[in-house]
């Protein structure tokens, strides 16, 4: 069977994931660079957002069911565990960074760079009222890591590399420093996950992802 195609971008948190989770199973596997919104996308994914998969024949969409195809499909190290209590904290934490962290580090950058203030200006209102979210959610995962080197245990897992694509581009945003000074745990689970082939070789380029200029227009 043909390698994987996963369509997407490195600027794209979740896309990265989905590389690694490839990278650190040693699955050989195509990215095919767009846009969010891109005609790539919405032929795979209604809502066109990245990443999408295409294996042969088969089309798949959502970074956490596209990882648990590869993991299942593929030879090499697991990336969902097995055993019923590591198992269970894998999805746990994937879902804790989607559902909590995710949106408002999203919100957390759209007041920085795309706020709705009358000059353009950031919206100093908001990333204050932000930041004490922020740091509540990092003190939480920081917490989770005391005692172990991984989300999950002491195995890597794919709730660690849904974490850390998103740590990366925390840690460019301004003030970083700031909302990451408690969390000495977090930080040096980073520090150990950025050292990895996977992560290295899969780092974006600066910028958000970029939208697809709507069906009959130029960029």
């Known amino acids: 069977?043909?390698?994987?195609?996963?369509?997407?971008?490195f600027r794209s948190s979740y896309t990265r994931a989905v590389c690694m989770a490839c990278i650190e199973k040693d699955i050989p596997y195509t990215l095919t660079q767009c846009l969010l919104g891109a005609p790539e996308l919405l032929a795979i994914n209604p809502f066109g957002r990245m990443p999408v998969m295409r294996h042969g024949d088969f089309e798949l969409y959502e970074s956490k069911a596209i990882a648990t195809y590869l993991d299942r499909a593929f030879r090499g190290p697991a990336l969902f565990p097995s055993e019923p209590k590591p198992a269970a904290l894998a999805e746990q934490w994937i879902s804790v960074v989607n559902s909590s962290l995710y949106?408002?580090?999203?919100?957390?950058l759209h007041a920085l760079i795309a706020p709705?203030?009358?000059d353009g200006s950031p919206d100093v209102a908001a990333i204050e009222a932000l930041k004490p979210q922020l740091r509540m959610r990092f003190a939480v995962l920081d917490k989770?890591?005391?005692s172990t080197p991984y989300l999950a245990g002491e195995?890597?897992?794919f709730?660690?590399?849904?974490?850390v694509t998103i740590l990366h581009n925390v840690r460019l945003l301004p003030?970083?420093?700031?909302?990451?000074a408690t969390s000495t745990h977090l930080t040096r689970y980073h520090e150990s996950l950025a050292a990895r082939d996977s992560y290295r070789t899969t780092l974006p380029p600066p910028g958000p992802p970029r939208r697809a200029p709507p069906t009959g227009t130029v960029s």
């Open 155 to 157: 195995q890597l897992s």
């Open 144 to 146: 989770a890591l005391t």
């Open 175 to 180: 003030g970083a420093a700031e909302l990451l």
């Open 159 to 163: 709730a660690d590399l849904n974490l």
């Open 1 to 9: 069977m043909s390698h994987p195609e996963i369509i997407g971008s």
């Open 103 to 108: 949106g408002t580090v999203i919100s957390y």
């Open 116 to 118: 709705q203030t009358p």
